[in-house]
């Protein structure tokens, strides 16, 4: 990760080279959705996403890929959440407004029974549509984790929703 060549930063408070203010209105909903997903809980993603732009935003100039690392640094912070929690949470019945409409709530329902790693694999390569590489960088395992992950979350959503 290369830094930029200039040290200091403007009278905003921000690092040289990097737009805060826009990358946050790019980036701020797609990461709530991540983490209502993850979390099932709209408050605590709203929370979370929050915290980690102030948390990130020191590191984020001379990133070639801001919204990859500000995604990884959600996925980690709804990780943290759930150990400091000491216990899964389900999903909420009704998905919020960060849910389109047109998404089947009996899902989302099941989708709150899976295990945590389970979920976020199933989240992150099917919800986000993102390659199994990427995946597998995130959570920081194997490709074949991932994808042995993906087999065994779509087994058990099957199971659950019989």
Request: proline share 5%; glycine share 8%; net charge neutral.
């Amino acid at each position: 990760m290369m830094r930029g060549a200039s040290l200091g930063c403007d009278v905003g408070g921000e690092p040289p080279g990097v737009d805060f203010a826009e990358l946050y209105v790019t980036h701020r909903d797609r990461l709530i959705r991540l983490a209502y997903l993850l979390t099932g809980s709209q408050m605590v993603a709203e929370d979370l996403v929050h915290d980690t732009f102030i948390r990130v935003q020191p590191r984020l100039d001379g990133l070639l890929e801001p919204g990859a690392y500000l995604r990884r640094s959600v996925v980690n912070a709804c990780h943290s959440w759930h150990r400091r929690q000491g216990r899964e949470r389900t999903l909420a019945v009704d998905p919020p407004a960060a849910v389109a409409p047109s998404e089947h709530v009996e899902m989302w329902d099941a989708l709150g029974h899976l295990q945590g790693t389970r979920r976020t694999v199933l989240v992150l390569r099917y919800y986000l549509d993102l390659p199994e590489a990427e995946v597998a960088a995130i959570l920081g395992c194997r490709i074949g984790t991932v994808k042995s992950a993906a087999h065994r979350a779509l087994r058990d959503l099957r199971r659950i929703l019989e």
